[in-house]
Each structure stands twice: as structure tokens, then as C-alpha cells.
């Protein structure tokens, strides 16, 4: 049977759960059958494809909470954060929902959990009625700049509620005694008012429980931190977020209801961050298939980041707004940034077309040959003299050497 070998590495990563590498396989199931000219059958992969991606948007509609689920004042902004009676500093920052939601974009996985903790808050009565109380507390955890905090904050707009958040580093004093009088402080503070809080940096407290010094005295602040989470609970909706979940005591994180692990985008996440983030340049959409292959193992805040510096250097460079342009402009982009990690970043920024030469002999990668033309500019002819050249084949070798 054809592509029998494809068919059963996609089955292995579903039922691994391996989304990423079940995505990938898809995706090279669709070109094989191109390939071996099954144009209808890619087709309806396409199409599965896309409206598979649609469907792990989250909808941005407002959720409607329940009313039992956060209790407590409404914060104004004339109400003031507590504050380090030592420092004079600040315990929290405020943010008040502004209804302008930017929609994270996720793996599918994690739009599932998002989308059913949104989901339990607005319907708190069903689940009243066989005997649970909807989810109350969220650990979120995963590599910087995968959007941990903008999800906190996306949660709380669609909450319609503040969102208080404290860098626990900000909580921790010189004087360990004030660091648990700061922590009672502000959870007092989060129980009165109706908010969701953020404890930011959550593993800031781990690293100093490992100062053999300090053991004593962390103990206690740690244990004040446990109860305070734990009456919290009758309050309201408390999220914590850390890049470094191995450090997190195993009491604490027990604490938390539901973990959410935001990891690395793959090629359809980071296809469609860079879309938002090129916004408003409108290319032809292949180019953002290109861009997200040449960025793989970039986080989110990366793609960002690199999408800005493309856009102020194409707009001061004369070149044109299109698939071209942008190319070329992020070859550019690469070569100023420091070595990348991966490959094919360091290819297009040493030589675009060797570059053109490795996506062109990809079997996973998802776009004809004409598709690569006339989103590069080179056109479909020079691209299959170029995949004919292998020109990548002596840039690799030479990497691997380093
Ligand atoms: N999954 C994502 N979807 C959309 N935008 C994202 C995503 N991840 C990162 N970004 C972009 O990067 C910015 C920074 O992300 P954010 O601050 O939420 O990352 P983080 O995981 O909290 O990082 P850190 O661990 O460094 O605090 C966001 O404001 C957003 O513009
Ligand atoms: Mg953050």
C-alpha cells in the first residue's frame, strides 16, 4: 500500500499525543501524495488541515462568569496595591480588562484547556448540579516567551475581571519574616477585591530554599504560601506561572488544580503568529509557510521580535511589501542576529539560495515548487535548477563540522 510507512507514523503520534509530530506527519502525507500526482487527496488534507487550525483558535468572545465563582469588592482604579512595609514598594501590579483581547495562538492541546477552564467558569451551575466546583486554580508552565503571561492575561479579560499579578521575587524582603507578612498581605488583599491573581515567577521561592542558611525560616514562608493558596480557594480564580516547574515543590504544585505546559510553536502556530505579527503587510500566504520552516524552535516572543525588525528594515530598505521582499528581508534579519541554533536560519543567512535548496528537497515541506517560486521571487523554473544543485547539501556539512 502506499505511503503506508507515512500512514502509520501518524497513527503512532496520535496515539502518543504527540500533536506536534502528528501535525508533521500530516503534513508530509499531503506532499507524498502530491507528489505521486494524488492532487485530490492532498486537497482534502488541505483542507482538513486549515480547518483543523481554525477550529484551535479559541473563540474571543467575552465569557459570562458565574456569579458564585469570584466574590468580593470591585477594585477602582483609585484603589491602592498593598505595599513592602520595608521598601515602600508595591506587592502588585493592577490591570483592568480593556476589552482588546489578543487571542494566543496555541496548540491545539492547550486551546482545549484554556477553552474548558472559560468553559467551567461560565457554567458553574452544571456543574453545581452533580456536586464539583468549577476549576479554581491554574499552574502554567513552559520556556520563556511562549506566551505564560499573555495567557494569564487573556484569561482575565475574558473574565472581565482585574488581574492582579505579583512577581513572587518582589514579594520575597531581605528580612524573611516581611516575606511572609507580604504574602499574607496579598493574598488579603486579592480575597477582598474581585480579581484573578497572578503570582508570577512562582519558582523565585524554590531557588532560595536552596540557601542552606535560609532553610528554616523558607520553610515557614513556604508553608504560609501553602495555606494562603489553600483558603484562597474559596475566593476566586488564582494562576501561577513558572519556566522552571522542576524546582516547584511537589506541595505546591499539587496546589494547582489544572497544568497547562505551553512548549515550543510548531509549524502551523508559528505559520500563524507570523501572519499577526507581519500585520499589516498582506503577501501572498505561502511566504508565512517559508518564514515559520526557516524559524522553527523559536518561541512566540522571538517570532515577534523578528517580525518587527523585518518590518522596520523592509520599510527603509525600498524593497517590495510582498513574498520577495520579506524573504530576502529575513535573510538579512538572520545574518545581523547572533548564530542561530538552527539550521536552516543559519542557511537563509548565509545564502538564500542554498536555503531555496533545502526546503525545495524537504519531502515534509507542505509547498510546490511553483509555490516556492513565486513566494521567493525566483520562479519556478530557477527553483528546480536550484533543488537540482543541492547547494545546501556543503552548508550543512560545514555546519555539522563546527
Ligand atoms: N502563544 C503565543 N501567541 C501569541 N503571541 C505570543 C505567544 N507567545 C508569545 N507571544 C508574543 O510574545 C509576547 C511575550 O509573551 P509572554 O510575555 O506572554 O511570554 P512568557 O511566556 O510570559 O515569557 P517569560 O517566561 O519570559 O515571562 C506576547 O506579548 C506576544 O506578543
Ligand atoms: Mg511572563
Known amino acids: 500500500m502506499d505511503h503506508f510507512s507515512v500512514i502509520q507514523s501518524i497513527i503512532r503520534a496520535g496515539l502518543s499525543g504527540d500533536t506536534k509530530a502528528f501535525d508533521k506527519q500530516v503534513v508530509r502525507l499531503r506532499a507524498r501524495l502530491e507528489k505521486a500526482g494524488d492532487v485530490k487527496e492532498a486537497a482534502t488534507i488541505e483542507r482538513l488541515l486549515k480547518s483543523s487550525s481554525e477550529m484551535k483558535d479559541i473563540q474571543p468572545s467575552r ?43 496555541y496548540e491545539s492541546r492547550v486551546s ?47 473574565l472581565g475581571l482585574p488581574l492582579v499579578t505579583a512577581k513572587i521575587d518582589g514579594l520575597i524582603s531581605s528580612f524573611l519574616g516581611t516575606t511572609a507578612r507580604n504574602i499574607a498581605n496579598l493574598f488579603d ?69 489544572t497544568h497547562v505546559h505551553i512548549g515550543e510553536p510548531g509549524l ?24 515559520a520552516y526557516c524559524l522553527d524552535g523559536h518561541s512566540g516572543a522571538d517570532l515577534e521580535r523578528i517580525c518587527i525588525s523585518m518590518k522596520r528594515l523592509l520599510a527603509l ?9 520579506l524573504f530576502h528581508t529575513l535573510s538579512a534579519v538572520l545574518g545581523r542576529l547572533p548564530s542561530q541554533e538552527n539550521e536552516p536560519a543559519r542557511i537563509l543567512a548565509s545564502d538564500p539560495e542554498a536555503f531555496i535548496s533545502l526546503i525545495a528537497n524537504d519531502l515534509d515541506f507542505p509547498l510546490k515548487q511553483s509555490e516556492i517560486g513565486q513566494a521567493t521571487g525566483y520562479g519556478q523554473s530557477r527553483v528546480s535548477d536550484i533543488k537540482k544543485s543541492k547547494r545546501h547539501l556543503p552548508l550543512m556539512e560545514a555546519l555539522h563540522a563546527q
Request: aromatic fraction near 6%.
Open 189 to 257: 488583599f486579592a480575597n477582598r477585591y474581585s480579581c484573578v491573581l497572578l503570582l508570577d515567577e512562582f519558582d523565585a521561592l524554590a531557588k532560595v530554599r536552596d540557601d542552606p542558611q535560609e532553610v528554616g525560616e523558607i520553610k515557614r514562608v513556604v508553608n504560609s504560601l501553602l495555606q494562603n493558596l489553600d483558603q484562597r480557594r474559596a475566593f476566586g480564580v488564582t494562576i501561577a506561572i513558572t519556566n522552571h516547574d522542576r524546582l516547584l515543590d511537589p506541595a505546591v504544585w499539587r496546589r494547582f488544580e
Open 112 to 158: 482545549e484547556t484554556i477553552a474548558g477552564l472559560l468553559e467551567e467558569w461560565s457554567s458553574e451551575e452544571a456543574l453545581r448540579n452533580v456536586g464539583v466546583e468549577p476549576t479554581r486554580s491554574l499552574l502554567i508552565f513552559g520556556p520563556p516567551g511562549s506566551g505564560k503571561t499573555l495567557t494569564a492575561s487573556y484569561i482575565a479579560e475574558q
Open 63 to 105: 465569557v459570562e462568569v458565574s456569579r458564585a465563582l469570584v466574590f468580593g469588592e470591585a477594585l477602582t482604579r483609585e484603589t491602592n496595591p498593598p505595599i513592602d512595609r520595608e521598601t515602600g514598594a508595591s506587592l502588585c501590579e493592577i490591570h483592568f480588562p480593556e476589552g482588546e483581547r489578543i487571542v494566543p495562538v
Open 317 to 325: 530598505s525600498g524593497k517590495s511589501h510582498d513574498g520577495p521582499g
Open 268 to 291: 502551523l502556530a508559528r505559520t500563524k503568529m507570523i501572519e499577526r505579527f507581519l500585520a499589516p503587510l498582506k503577501p501572498e500566504p505561502p511566504i508565512f509557510s517559508i518564514i
